[in-house]
């Protein structure tokens, strides 16, 4: 957590806990929908999942499971997102494509996109396939 919050007390202990209850629900959620992403990628390429699913392979699996053109993309919406959302909205800043932001800028939204992106890519992208693996080697005891 420390790469997207800032070191301090506000003293806020009440409030901090039901928004840390919300974003572990919300991570909880957004990671199990991984299992549905699985049985698709399960679903069109069963043979392959099912020998590696026999083998125990579950190194074999997250290889077949990993799509790195489609995570690049996810952290990089994600990245846009933060961004977008995480600044102040006025009438001189409401511009849906418009160029990078300066480092100035990036010091002003309330999160740094750069930070986002690598919460993605380093716990949440992770995260997410290792329940994918999980849900196939139990999906081959059906």
Do not use: W
């Not at 301090?8 to 909880?28: E, M, W």
């Not at 489609?70 to 990245?79: G, N, P, S, T, Y």
């Not at 939204?109 to 080697?137: A, C, F, H, W």
């Amino acid at each position: 957590l420390p790469i997207i919050t800032k070191e301090g007390d506000d003293g806020q202990y009440g409030s901090t806990a039901v928004c840390d209850i919300q974003a572990l629900q919300a991570l909880s959620k957004r990671i199990h929908y991984g299992c549905f992403v699985a049985e698709s990628k399960f679903q069109s390429r069963p043979d392959d999942y099912r020998r590696l699913q026999q083998a125990g392979d579950k190194n074999g699996i997250m290889e077949l499971l990993t799509n790195r053109e489609v995570e690049d993309r996810v952290i990089k919406r994600v990245m846009a997102k933060a961004a977008t959302y995480g600044q102040e909205i006025t009438d001189e800043t409401a511009v849906l494509h418009g160029p990078a932001l300066s480092a100035e800028a990036v010091q002003k939204l309330k999160v740094n996109p750069e930070s986002m992106g690598k919460l993605y890519r380093d716990i949440i992208i992770p995260l997410t396939k290792d329940v994918e693996v999980e849900y196939l080697m139990q999906r081959a005891l059906l």
